[in-house]
């Protein structure tokens, strides 16, 4: 069993900062690749941003700048620095995390429930 908990989500005025927290805990043998998703209202689910074991990163276009994912591996931890947040990052933030749950496994895809970011104008 697996289980990714995020943390950090809430309400923030337009130009504010939010860090969302996740850590995965349960049979983990190691962690690839980590990161975040969002869905807002009516829209699909998209990429904010990725980080591999190693440390490389990406982002979307619309968080680059202003977005910093960070992971801490001994805590199995990930993290999104969310700085001059903008109406338009509203929506629930999701953590995953592709991950083996024993040597010789493939890596599966695990997802948190989701932290509800709302930024005001």
């Known amino acids: 069993q697996v289980q990714l908990v995020e943390s950090g989500g809430g309400l923030v005025q337009a130009g504010g900062s939010l860090r969302l927290s996740c850590a995965a805990s349960g049979t983990i043998f190691r962690i690839n690749a980590m990161g975040w998703y969002r869905q807002a209202p009516g829209k699909q689910r998209e990429l904010v941003a990725a980080?591999?074991?190693?440390?490389?990163?990406n982002y979307a276009d619309s968080v680059k700048g202003r977005f910093t994912t960070s992971r801490d591996n001994a805590k199995n931890t990930v993290y999104l620095q969310m700085n001059s947040l903008k109406p338009e990052d509203t929506a629930v933030y999701y953590c995953y995390a592709n991950l083996l749950t024993g040597w010789g496994t493939g890596g599966m895809d695990y997802w948190g429930k989701g932290t509800l970011v709302t930024v005001s104008s």
């Open positions: 980080i591999t074991s190693g440390g490389s990163t």
